[in-house]
């Protein structure tokens, strides 16, 4: 009898206020679970399971891997696969020129452009543009924004190629990864265009205009150089665009995408002396084992070894930025391979410190580089970790006034 007037009681009260009701009674359970004796056989019984399961896998492994081996001999063994590859080379070929139409075929009749070619005034200089390379050129040009009614200048990228004459499917993989990538430490992309010149027709991407680089602010005046000049104004202005292309990776890398291309000639400076990391691309290849040594110096060693090519290989070139942020320049411009130039030292040929007759940097700064250097990729800190440690060092070193 007593205990059916005690949940009486409780009806009564759980009616009157149902979440203080709640709120009470889930309290008390919380701290009643909470004791350690019962939380303890919580967790006991709640690893019995966890085990169960990790048993079952350690049970597994020795059949997995004999199966992998035994599929890894008969691969080797098979004579039959040049005979298929003969016969599905071609169908792959084949599907790859239908894949190349259909996406010439959508930018002509069914995608619609961001920018109407009225709005695009394009000033291509063929002897000197703003930048060029085997696919691609860079020109000056002014956009109306008839929403503000106001002309910008910006930078057209164009297509050295006519529509019909390229792979269409890189440009529509390049302006999607590019319309992802809003950030105010990301080159400013205003949309896609196409024109036309007499009978060609090519497609463009319009992106916000930089005035310079940053290896060109860097090294083209000594008074830039932290390692070299007498002022802290070039140390405060290098460790704050450290910091923004930490940011701007940070945010690159959230968006499953790898930068490839990490280097101080593709981070751009507004004219308000804000970073702009520009050349980002999901449409260059992912072994880039040959070029100028300048260029491959920025690679890590797994994808030297390898071509294999992640997050943590731009955390690498990340870290040659660093190296020559402070005053290092790296190698100058030689025509090879790289696996001809590094061999299997290629390890070895990484900066390690700054030259002795310059100034070194901060501690923390140091530590970042040397981190994001690491020849074991697992080792290397993310982008976030880069960023975290490179704002603390900004806020420690030039405390707001």
């Not at 701290?31 to 966890?50: D, I, M, R, T």
Request: aromatic letters at 6%; charged letters at 30%; one cysteine or more.
């Amino acid at each position: 009898m007593k205990e059916k007037l005690g949940n009486w009681n409780k009806i009564r009260k759980y009616e009157n206020d149902k979440c203080g009701f709640m709120a009470k009674a889930s309290l008390e359970y919380l701290l009643e679970a909470a004791k350690k004796q019962n939380l303890k056989s919580l967790v006991v019984e709640q690893l019995k399971e966890a085990r169960v399961c990790l048993e079952q896998v350690v049970n597994r492994i020795p059949e997995l891997i004999k199966a992998d081996r035994i599929l890894c001999q008969k691969l080797t063994n098979d004579s039959s696969s040049q005979k298929e590859l003969d016969i599905y080379r071609p169908i792959h070929e084949r599907s790859l020129q239908l894949r190349r139409k259909m996406a010439v075929f959508g930018i002509q009749e069914v995608s619609i452009m961001d920018i109407s070619c009225d709005d695009l005034e394009l000033r291509a200089d063929k002897i000197s543009p703003l930048g060029r390379d085997a696919f691609t050129t860079v020109h000056r040009g002014t956009l109306k924004m008839r929403r503000k009614d106001e002309s910008v200048e910006v930078a057209v990228k164009v297509w050295n190629s006519e529509l019909e004459n390229f792979d269409a499917s890189d440009f529509l993989s390049e302006r999607e990864t590019l319309r992802k990538l809003n950030h105010p430490f990301i080159v400013n992309f205003y949309g896609a265009a196409l024109i036309r010149e007499e009978e060609r027709l090519r497609v463009t991407l319009v992106m916000e205009l930089c005035k310079e680089n940053l290896m060109g602010r860097i090294f083209q005046n000594r008074d830039n150089i932290p390692s070299l000049s007498l002022t802290p104004g070039a140390a405060r202005s290098v460790i704050r665009w450290a910091r923004d292309i930490a940011n701007a990776l940070d945010f690159i890398h959230s968006q499953g995408i790898v930068h490839r291309d990490f280097k101080l000639e593709n981070i751009m400076l507004s004219h308000e002396d804000d970073v702009r990391v520009a050349n980002v691309s999901v449409s260059r290849g992912a072994k880039m084992t040959t070029g100028t040594m300048k260029e491959t110096f920025y690679i890590a060693p797994e994808v030297i070894k390898s071509g294999f090519y992640d997050s943590k290989a731009d955390i690498y070139s990340f870290g040659i930025m660093l190296w020559e942020m402070h005053g290092k320049r790296a190698l100058t411009d030689v025509e090879g391979d790289v696996r001809a130039v590094y061999g299997e030292d290629a390890e070895r040929n990484r900066p390690t410190q700054v030259d002795q007759d310059r100034k070194k940097p901060p501690p923390t700064l140091q530590d970042v580089m040397q981190g994001c250097l690491d020849e074991e990729a697992d080792k290397r800190p993310d982008a976030t970790a880069c960023r975290q440690r490179l704002t603390m060092l900004y806020q420690d070193t030039f405390p707001p006034i």
